[in-house]
Every structure is written in C-alpha cells, then in structure tokens.
C-alpha cells in the first residue's frame, strides 16, 4: 500500500479526522454473508420512518406549511450554501410527500452554489423510488443535526410534526392551509405535548379557529349581546 494514502473517520461529521492503520486484512466477504449477519431491518427503521406503503409518494398529504417552520427546516434554509448532502437527501425525504412539496425543496436548494433544477429533480425521483418514508432524527442527528422541537414533541421525523399538530385542526374540518391556522401557528410550538394531546384543549382550540376561519364569531357576539 502507497505511503501517500490518507485515511480519515467519519464519526462525527462535523469534525474528520486522519486516522493510522495498524492492522489490515485484505478478506473480502460475499454478499450473501454479509446479509446474514447484519440486521438491515433495524438499519432501514433506524435511518428512516417507514411508511405502511413501504416508499414515499409525492403530494398526498396536507401540513407543508407545520414542517416548513421545523428546526430541521430552518437549518437546511439557513445553511443551503454549505448542507451536506445527507441533510439535503434528508430533506428531500421529509418534504415530498406533502403538496407542494417539491417546490419547497427547489425552493430550499436553489441557494447552493451549485443548485441545479435537473440534479434537485433526479435526486427527488431517487427518494420517491428508493425511500421507505421519511428519514428520521436519528439519522438527521447522526450526520450532524439535532432535530430538538421533534424530540420534544415525540416524533420520529421533521414530517411527524404534521401529524402531530393535524388532529388540533381536524376535528372540525380546517386545513393547514387555512390563513388562520397559521397567524396561531407560532403560539402552538411552545405548548408542551400533553397539553395539545388532551381532546378538549384540541377540541377547544379548534373550535376557535373555525369561528375565525368560518366567519361565525361575528354571529355569535351578536347573538350574545341581543
């Protein structure tokens, strides 16, 4: 082996470094073996939240705008000139499955140097192909960032955080592209969990939010002081 040959661990990220190698077999193991012994199955749950469909399909599900406003989020749009590209997959895996989801990932990735629209779309169509779900937290974290609004809120990924905050405006019927939803978007994050996973707070808040959204609240104070 060359004497010029630089080795390096990734261990954290963040911070290579060179490494020396004291000891090195050149075994090569087959396949099958390999397969036998690694348990690829905990690997895929651990990097990725799984969906019951086992893959990821584009535009099916509602709350961009929640995600949008993650830590995770924020980090990628904040940091697009210089995110690795295990975040930006990792990105790419948390947002296509919303509507409008790919614009939101072009619109996230055009500040890199050297964006291309071609390259975000190949990279989009290897995610809808290859991807279980979403990556997780775990994997986020693993390869530098740490997802704490999603831990605080007891999920497993940037695109959980839709779910999470969905039944506060399902109960009756609001989509989270409603404009009211999101001018109260920035009081719910602060809110501990078990607060908004008690039904009648849920139930309460978004009785709320109808009134706004319905143009109802009006009819109500005229009613109550007729």
């Not at 954290?12 to 020396?20: C, K, M, S, T, W």
């Amino acid at each position: 082996m060359s004497g010029d040959v630089k080795w390096i661990t990734l261990k954290d990220p963040a911070a290579p470094e060179l490494v020396e190698i004291v000891h090195l077999e050149a075994k090569r193991y087959p396949f099958e073996e390999l397969v036998e012994l690694l348990d690829w199955e905990r690997e895929v749950k651990r990097a990725y939240e799984v969906s019951e469909k086992g893959g990821l399909t584009e535009g099916v599900r509602d709350g961009l705008k929640v995600v949008l406003e993650s830590d995770f989020m924020r980090y990628c749009k904040e940091h697009a000139a210089t995110i690795s590209e295990p975040l930006w997959y990792a990105m790419i895996t948390n947002l296509i499955g919303f509507r409008g989801g790919r614009d939101a990932i072009h619109e996230l990735s055009k500040d890199y140097p050297r964006y291309s629209w071609n390259e975000t779309e190949r990279k989009i169509a290897h995610a809808l192909r290859d991807a279980p779900g979403p990556h997780t937290v775990d994997y986020i974290e693993q390869h530098g960032f740490r997802c704490s609004d999603c831990l605080k809120e007891g999920v497993r990924s940037p695109a959980g955080l839709a779910a999470k905050y969905g039944p506060i405006c399902a109960g009756l019927g609001l989509k989270f592209n409603s404009p009211f939803f999101l001018l109260f978007l920035p009081l719910a994050p602060p809110f501990p969990g078990p607060l908004f996973s008690f039904l009648p707070f849920q139930l309460l808040f978004s009785l709320l939010l109808s009134l706004l959204s319905f143009s109802l609240l009006p009819a109500l104070l005229s009613y109550l002081v007729s």
